[in-house]
């Protein structure tokens, strides 16, 4: 009977260890249609992209014009990395050849980057941030790329792609590499949530696990609190509230990426709230915000402004930025509910007020 069963295990084994991305991705659209290969391909070309830039990032030490600062300062205001650039630049020139994006916009540009060679027949753009955390490039540690697919709508002749600022409800994929002891890959296409670990050997991403569900409720809470006093007061009534609760712990790398991948796993909630100079944050919608929240939500999580859910929040602008709550349900309705409490007193005090103003 055992020499019987081995060939069924063995087929079991062979099976698992070679799904790849691009064949999972066809798996579950259970078709071959035009618009299910072309989300494979473009699958294809993301891997592609994060292969080159972990192996950038693997030599990073051993290379000249890796580490280190351009010396240039980006449209966010911010120093940019020589890791920035060349991550940039690698989503640019894959995506050049797939023939299937019109447009790239990444957090490191003003505007979009358009193919006009694939415009023609390319109708999707990728959104991204190249390298989440590139603060952490200089000392080895857990970096990231964040990414999103969505249709282009009308043909944008104007070249102002303002059929990208509408809600993350528009998005059709989403997810983000993770730079660490592995690289990882973490996506949803709207059905579920699934990792893929990138096997030198062979070159391809894995399937490592498939149909992820964050926990309801975790113990961890990540968040920078060096602004600690530069919050509104619910955000620090909300940190006061789990130092002295026993059972919280505090978890914070500086990459986003992976201390919310840490959060998919283990549960609890990621913060980037806005301070009291800058209330919309530094999280930029587009690029980072909406596409985590897409995922963090088909995984059965929540992601948050504190008042509002971050796929119904439609930016203004491409370069939006906004408050992040992200994590389990019950986490994140948590912080909101200090929020609540805030926003309640205050309308209390400002209606008490009005009542003692004479008539």
């Known amino acids: 009977m055992a020499e019987a069963q081995q060939p069924l295990d063995y087929e079991y084994a062979l099976d698992r260890d070679c799904t790849t991305l691009s064949r999972h991705v066809l798996q579950q659209l259970q078709s071959f249609s035009p618009d299910a290969q072309d989300l494979s391909a473009l699958m294809n070309r993301i891997a592609l992209a994060g292969k080159l830039i972990a192996r950038r990032l693997s030599r990073a030490g051993l290379m000249e014009g890796v580490l280190g600062f351009t010396g240039d300062v980006n449209v966010q205001g911010e120093s940019v990395k020589k890791m920035d650039v060349y991550a940039n630049d690698v989503f640019i020139s894959v995506f050049k050849q797939s023939g299937l994006v019109c447009r790239l916009a990444s957090e490191e540009m003003e505007r979009p980057y358009y193919i006009p060679e694939n415009c023609p027949i390319g109708r999707y753009t990728l959104l991204y941030d190249p390298i989440d955390g590139s603060s952490n490039t200089d000392i080895n540690l ?55 670990s990138l096997d030198p050997s062979l070159g391809e991403f894995i399937l490592t696990e498939e149909n992820i569900q964050i926990p309801e409720k975790g113990a961890v809470y990540s968040v920078n609190e060096g602004n600690f006093w530069q919050w509104e007061e619910s955000i620090r009534e909300y940190i006061r509230y789990v130092h002295r609760t026993e059972g919280y712990t505090a978890r914070y790398s500086g990459a986003m990426v992976s201390d919310i991948h840490r959060v998919l ?27 985590l929240a897409f995922l963090i939500e088909q995984a059965g999580g929540r992601a948050s402004t504190g008042t509002q859910e971050i796929l119904d929040v439609v930016p203004r602008q491409l370069h939006q930025r906004t408050p992040l709550i992200i994590g389990s349900k019950e986490n994140v309705a948590l912080v909101e509910s200090f929020i609540q409490q805030q926003a309640k007193e205050q309308s209390e005090k400002t209606m008490m007020a009005r009542s003692r103003v004479p008539q």
């Open 142 to 196: 857990s970096l990231g790329s964040i990414f999103a697919i969505r249709q282009q709508e009308g043909d944008d002749s104007d070249g102002a792609a303002t059929d990208l600022l509408q809600s993350g409800r528009k998005q059709i994929a989403a997810g983000y590499i993770l730079y660490g002891p592995s690289t990882m890959l973490v996506y949803s296409i709207g059905k579920g949530v699934h990792s893929f």
């Open 265 to 291: 796993v283990q549960g609890g909630v990621f913060l980037y709230p806005g301070t009291t100079k800058k209330p919309d944050g530094k999280i930029r919608l587009l690029y980072e915000s909406a596409p």
